[in-house]
């Protein structure tokens, strides 16, 4: 019982298979319990001599099991630190930070540009009221803008909407703060267009206003070249072309030569030579005295701009649509 009970112990790979092998020997059922039990068939001499015998192979087996026992702890042990190892050594995971949108951080350098001229940067509503969007902005009540087929109104009377563009913060900033003014809102805008790769029907505008005495169309010229030039290079050049504005007069849309041409004509400008980056005009008479202005004091210019597509034109991006997608794809390429 002994060379086999030792020889067990010894073999034990887990404390679960000791412990059986406590039951099979030392358990109530076990080997030396039996013998134990067959001591009273015994004769007198015999019975303390097996019953030493016994005593000892049980002490022997308890102190191999305790040694075993020991043994298989430290080696548990052992298992489980070497499962739980950290390697300080290997480089950490990096982790993936966002950045500033490719169209905001067009928009925070124009907003540079016009702080360091002295302009204020205003915020406004998007949900307008007709009034401002268009009536205030001298636009006629049969104006094709007002058409339900192009603006989003909130309400069958056509009283509120989604301002189609940002020129209603130009009535604000003047009921507001009067004037002398200089101020851009940059901000959302709302059209009923068709999604295509140059149309959305949101999209954002930066809206411009300077009011004060002697303000003329060389004052809009200059403010403008130089903020274009500081867009789009110092050697940029630019053409002011005749347009019509409800709420300027005179109004022009301007232009800037195209880079990759140089105005001959290429794909990126659609073979114009020509791009056009912003609509303005000398503020309308009718729209200063609407907002309490003497036209004869004052004058001023005001402009309006799209941030997409400048957007488009800085980052070489070929489809608005990216701009609104959020794919990361393209958004980690800036
Ligand atoms: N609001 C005009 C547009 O959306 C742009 C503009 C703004 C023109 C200010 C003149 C003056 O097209």
Redesign the pocket.
Known sequence: IRKHALEAIAATREAAELESLRVKYLGKKGELTAVLKQMGTLSAELRPVMGQMANEVRANVEKAMESQASILSQKAMEAQLKLETVDVTIPGRKIEIGHKHPMYSVLDEIKEIFINMGFEIMDGPEVEEADYNFTK?NTPDDHPAREWSDTFYLDPDSKTLLR????PM?IRAMETYGVPIRMISPGR?YRKDEVDATHSPMFH?I???VVDRGITMADLKGTLNAVIREIYGPETKTRFRP?H?P??EP?CEVDIQCHKCGGKGCPTCKGEGWIEV????M?HPKVLSGCGVDPDEYSG??????LERLAMGQFKISDLRLIFENDMRFLSQF
């Open positions: 902005l189609t563009q940002t020129s130009q805008v505008q809206e411009g206003l347009h504005f709420f300027t109004s912003l609509g303005a005009g503020v210019f005001a402009f309006g701009m799209g």
